[in-house]
């Protein structure tokens, strides 16, 4: 079993929708978690932590659900700019482990 | 402040042949990561460094490939002989240590023929 699992999409949704993507993990003792952004043929580069009580930046909201142990990302009011994939990535203490990716093509 | 710099950005070479990637992290970051990215995956870790420490190379397959960071400043990754399997790009990425936050560099694109 993978340490990290993201449905691969894609996802295609039209400008100011709003979408939401899941993660599971499989190591409960996880200890930190954080959503990257990666642009096509571009480096990975943090988009937000994710912190246990959830947590906001703008349109963007993070979620951490430690019982069920799945992490989510939701965006709202999606913009043109938000194209690209997105990385789940957590922290086991000893090593950190990347999801897949979930690809995101805003439509306008 | 400069960010991760890597070379070269491309190389392509033929099977059998070894190969070179350097790395120079961000001033002041101790920890330093080596991963590989495959075409729809997310990286995965080759080695990680705190200074000129290796403290996980579980992940790197000793017979063909090795790093090194002498000074603890920047890092060499090596390939030899390479193998078509190891098309990918090679990520470098450094951090102040622990769950801090990597950064990562542009990448190597590595094409064996």
């Known amino acids: 079993r993978k340490e990290v699992e993201q449905d691969p999409g894609p996802f295609n949704v039209p400008e100011g929708a709003t979408v939401a993507f899941n993660c599971t993990y499989s190591?409960?003792?996880?200890?930190?978690f954080f959503w990257y952004r990666q642009d096509c043929r571009k480096e990975p580069k943090l988009l937000m932590s994710v912190y246990s009580s959830g947590n906001e930046d703008g349109r963007f909201t993070a979620q951490l659900n430690r019982a069920s142990q799945y992490i989510s990302l939701l965006i709202r009011d999606s913009k043109l700019s938000d194209s690209a994939t997105y990385l789940c990535?957590?922290?086991?203490?000893?090593?950190?482990?990347f999801g897949t990716g979930t690809s995101l093509t805003v439509i306008p | 402040e400069a960010g991760v710099v890597q070379s070269p950005r491309y190389k392509i070479i033929e099977k059998k042949q070894p190969v070179a990637f350097w790395c120079n992290p961000i001033?002041?970051?101790?920890?330093l990561y080596w991963y590989l990215q495959n075409l729809g995956q997310g990286p995965e870790l080759l080695i990680r460094?705190?200074?000129?420490?290796?403290?996980?190379d579980s992940q790197l397959p000793k017979d063909r490939f090795s790093a090194e960071r002498l000074k603890g400043v920047d890092s060499t990754l090596k390939i030899q002989p390479a193998e078509l399997g190891d098309s990918a790009v090679y990520l470098c990425?450094?951090?102040?240590?622990?769950?801090?936050?990597?950064?990562f560099g542009p990448g190597t694109r590595l094409t064996v023929l």
């Open positions: 001033s002041g970051h101790n920890t």
């Open positions: 990535v957590v922290d086991t203490g000893n090593q950190f482990y």
């Open positions: 190591n409960s003792a996880s200890q930190s």
């Open positions: 460094y705190e200074n000129e420490e290796a403290v996980d």
């Open positions: 990425a450094s951090s102040r240590g622990g769950t801090d936050t990597q950064y």
